[in-house]
T-cell receptor
């Protein structure tokens, strides 16, 4: 999910298909990760989180996978719907008590009806 | 929006003018944060505060100032020293210092005219 210049990477999927959005994080000391959804002109909305002592966590229609070896995070959305169209951000933080969330640059998901 | 109120939603600034963006939360959260978002970009940290009367610079603090006189309030002033202030500004808060469980406001869009 790294962006190039001002252009967000875009993922286009057919309605009903599964979506996979990827994110590479940089800090090996990070131990808490969150996925956010942001619709145009609105604040980010929490989707799902995962701690570093887990490698998978499931929510309603969403799954987050964490691979600490290669510092990679992914968000899987099952049966993608038009309402899922948005920009998705991953964010990371360490549990030191002094580290704010660091956000990735986002991926735009476009659902084709 | 989840107990955080940002105002105004839209703000226009003339060249050389200071403007203040409001952020108020009634979640009894300890920590508050200001992020800036440019079109097609992720969120970049401007300032954050983990306790009343204390705050720290983020990655892009130059041209901005904050105060934290009350737990509920964390206003951001965009000064005339900020040469490119046009952006979407997001305020967030968390209950604990480690940044888990951010709640975001709905944002303020600032435009220089």
């Amino acid at each position: 999910g790294e962006s190039v210049g001002l252009h967000l990477p875009t993922l286009s999927v057919q309605e009903g298909d599964n979506s996979i959005i990827n994110c590479a994080y940089s800090n090996s000391a990070s131990d808490y990760f969150i996925w956010y959804k942001q619709e145009s002109g609105k604040g980010p909305q929490f989707i799902i989180d995962i701690r570093s002592n887990m490698d998978k966590r499931q929510g309603q229609r969403v799954t987050v996978l964490l691979n600490k070896t290669v510092k990679h995070l992914s968000l899987q959305i099952a049966a993608t719907q038009p309402g899922d169209s948005a920009v998705y951000f991953c964010a990371e933080t360490g549990n030191s008590g002094n580290t704010p969330l660091v956000f990735g640059k986002g991926t735009r998901l476009s659902v084709i009806a | 929006d989840g107990g955080i109120t940002q105002s105004p939603k839209y703000l226009f600034r003339k060249e050389g003018q200071n403007v203040t963006l409001s952020c108020e939360q009634n979640l009894n959260h300890d920590a508050m944060y200001w992020y800036r978002q440019d079109p097609g970009q992720g969120l970049r940290l401007i300032y954050y505060s983990q306790i009343v009367n204390d705050f720290q610079k983020g990655d892009i603090a130059e041209g901005y100032s904050v105060s934290r006189e009350k737990k509920e309030s964390f206003p951001l002033t965009v000064t005339s020293a900020q040469k490119n202030p046009t952006a979407f500004y997001l305020c967030a808060s968390t209950r604990r210092r480690d940044g888990n469980g951010y709640t975001f406001g709905s944002g303020t869009r600032l435009t220089v005219v």
